[in-house]
């Protein structure tokens, strides 16, 4: 074995347990030391609290550490590792995981990103190599070649006999754990499982099936149902001799061991299995499999600051080692730089996840085997972090291998590449060019100048593009052709001639029926063209002539009308019966002006009139009908109401006139409350809504006849209770009482008011400060007092009055308590 002196820089040195099964030469338990003390061949030296050992030199059979060997061997205790490190920013859960949306970089590439970022990384990468070589030199002259497995094995420590019970507990329990996985793994092609690792290694059954996966080979004839002792013990026997055939090297250990279920033993002899068949085989510059294996981790993550790989232990604690050994083979899986560096067991649970479900790396630890523990246990990682230098590196030699081919074809391609391209290139020029003269000549035009426009910009796209494209193609060819010829003839191979099919003779004769084919359709997209144009042009001019001759026979009919109104109502109606034809035939010259315009077409030889001018007309005729119309109606209406005079009648038709905005002889509400205000006849909003529902009938318009019948309604003096109640609501401004101040100001004379001061109550509610201090009287107790009498009669004060009395009350302030409403 390698002193602590020989290992790589930066590696732990590694001590040995003095537990029973362990596989240091422990003076205290000799009966399980598995090396031969009568030969001679290996020796003790207490110095320092190192363990150093020789074989002899002529010893030449490769051994490996022994079958009891199975607690996590350590140099020192190092300071356990806080609670903060440990589970800071860790969820309980399993992190969930997404592949980076990243594409997958160059490792080269990433490699030199990182160690620009990571100055100090070469240095240091730099002595660990250096190390590495002189421990190397040391073990190649004074160790036997036994020495490059036994590497794995823990240097004595007398130390770690103090070691807490729970603790080694805790690994052995790892240790099981970690083995039963590679055990399943191993026995999955042959869809059997371990759940009990000491139980089910019992019969020998299973042990015998987990050597014949491990090394491709049978190991003959055994019990596979084993009932009896004995029989167990031969299948015992008989894969503990098969491994010693292997060469490897195996004493203190019987059948016994393995039937009777002593776990140690059975642990160590798994991890011996391990040891050979699964990290042996790594060689990393020559140096034993497991320097060779931490160098490896040392190396893939020297360009990451967070990372220092020293052992397989605490140096995995917070899972950002798993996270850069992703990152660095396959960055298109992980997004190293946005981990949150904190969460421990969240990067830990990521890595496991990513390398189990995209690599294939079987999950042989938990999460809190590593991050829980101070010193995770060194077995079980080593066992573990085996299947990812693996599974990386027969990545890479795929890789490599891929790469090997290219080169290898690159170089080989020369002359055939080049006549391969000459034959691929000149067949499908021919072809395209075949394709485009059957294309041309196969044509046929729809009758649209969109479609014959389509076709002439696809032809000059043709001759801007393609062509270009097929001329230099074909100058290149001719020119790559003579190189072919050139370059055979320099290494004085037999000359290239091109199938005849494909000769350069064969390419003028396309390419002249081509140009031929190319002319044809160039005459015939010009005359398509033309022949389009003419046609709308023709048939432009014959609707628009036709469509200007019926509005002026229309204009005409109402400029001649006379006689009585109700006949000059019925021949307007007729000519308002025939707009909507004129409408839709108007649509028509419009879609036809429309493909003028995308012809282009400025300049029209069979007509006068543009489309602008004809909708211009047409708007006017429309117009005259519907105002000649508006008018017969309103003359009929006003010839009913006899009740007004005409120079009343005239200002409200001014007025209705003026507020038709759009000559539809209707108003809207808005329109019909304009109307009114400039009349002076001024409401509330909810006045107005209510006049405008009970005049329009509901409707959204009011009528001419409507509008004047309410303008009879409120001009005319009715006398009735509604009316007299909407003139003292006038009078007082809407609050709910007048004063002898209100009745004068609109002029009633003094007669009148003292007639009414004496018969209206006095006011005794809430008053305006304005009129505080004069005598006030309530009207509306006047005129209740009045509909009560008159009850019988039908007469009452209609609700929307009363509400807006009441609103307005409310809208007083609140009656002072030194106040009253005779104030």
Known sequence: MT?????????????????????GCNEEFPEFCLHDHSAGTHHHHSTAGSHTSTSSPASTTPTTPTTAEYSSPCAEKTPPVSRDRTSSGASSTTTAYSPSPRTRRDKKELQAQRLQRSGSSNLALARKESTAKKNRFRSATGSSPADALAAVEPPHDQGLTRMAFAEQQKWITVQQKTFTKWMNTKL???QLEVK???????????????????????????ASKPKLRVQRFENANTALDFIKGRGIQMTNIGAEDVVDGNRKIILGLIWTLILRFTISDINEEGMTAKEGLLLWCQRKTACYDEVEVRDFSGSWNDGLAFCALLDIHRPDLIDYDALDKSDHRGNMQMAFDIA??????????????????AKPDERSLMTYIAYWFHAFSQMEKVENAGRRVEKFVNNM???????????????ELLRQIKEQIEKWQQATFQGTYADAKAQANEFAAFKRGRKREWVAEKSELATLLGNIKTKLGTYRLRPYDPPPELSLET????????????????????????????????????????????????????SGLDGDVEDQLHHVRKLSDNLPPLDKYLETIAAVDAKCQEANIEENDFTTYTYDELVYEHGLVKSSVQKKLAFLDNQMVARNMTNLTPIQLEEFESVFRHFDRDDTNSLQELEFSAALASLGLVFSEDEMHDY?????KGRDHVTFEQFIRFMVDVTEDQNTAEQVFQSFREVADGKPYVTEMDLRHSLVPD????????IIPPHSGPDTAEDRGMPQYDYIAFMDKLISDEKEAGTTIPSNVLQERTNRVSMLPPKDPKLNGNH
């Open 751 to 758: 007669e009148v008011i003292d007639k009414l001061i004496e």
């Open 3 to 23: 002193s602590t002196a020989e290992r790589p820089q930066g590696a732990r040195p590694l001590s040995g347990s003095s537990l029973p099964g362990n596989a």
């Open 692 to 696: 405008f529902m009970d005049t329009s």
């Open 356 to 373: 189990h479900k995209e690599i294939g790396i079987p999950k042989l630890l938990d999460v809190e085997d590593v991050c829980d523990v």
């Open 188 to 190: 999955e092609a042959r």
């Open 413 to 427: 391609a020369g002359a055939w590449e080049m006549q391969s391209a000459y034959e691929r290139r000149m067949r």
């Open 507 to 558: 390419m003028e004769r396309e390419w002249s029926g081509l140009s031929k084919t190319e002319m044809t359709r160039a005459q015939l997209i010009n005359e398509t063209i033309r022949d389009i144009k003419n046609a709308l042009r023709k048939s432009f001019a014959d609707k628009a002539n036709d469509f200007a001759m019926a509005l002026n026979t229309m204009q005409l009919a109402i």
């Open 196 to 222: 009990d690792l000491v139980a089910d290694l019992s019969d020998g059954v299973l042990l015998i099936h987990l050597l014949e996966c491990l090394s491709n080979d049978t190991l003959g004839r055994y």
